[in-house]
Nanobody, 126 residues
């Protein structure tokens, strides 16, 4: 059974940082592309980032470029999202996703496709 378990969310002040983790099991993690998606209050789902199987190719959505860093540790079956310079617009539930085919990060994700974790809440507020 594919399992993706996100952790690391919480309440942070504007300008702060958080690191999210995605612990994976039940599938060949090192052969799987991993994504982060998010859904803010009253908003639709959007892609945040993706990482190739080796970790050498990483793509970011425009709103997070230069602030977020995605990485993975294939020995630990874990992906990470380090979020810096957070602002209230980053408030959302963040999901780890695998098993999808995407044509870039501009097309909104479909939560009925692929495998999704339960998400972790990030709230940016003073």
């Amino acid at each position: 059974e594919v399992q993706l378990v996100e952790s690391g969310g919480g309440l942070v002040q504007p300008g702060g940082s958080l690191q999210l983790s995605c612990a994976a099991s039940g599938f060949p993690f090192s052969n799987s592309r991993i994504y982060w998606a998010r859904q803010g209050p009253g908003k639709g789902l959007e892609w945040v980032s993706s990482i190739s199987t080796s970790g050498r190719t990483i793509n970011y959505a425009d709103p997070v470029k230069g602030r977020f860093i995605m990485s993975r540790d294939n020995a630990k079956n874990t992906a990470y999202l380090t979020m810096n310079s957070l602002n209230p617009e980053d408030t959302a539930r963040y999901y780890c996703v695998t098993g999808v085919q995407t044509n870039g990060l501009r097309t909104p994700p479909d939560s009925t496709k692929g495998y999704w974790g339960q998400g972790t809440q990030v709230t940016v507020s003073s």
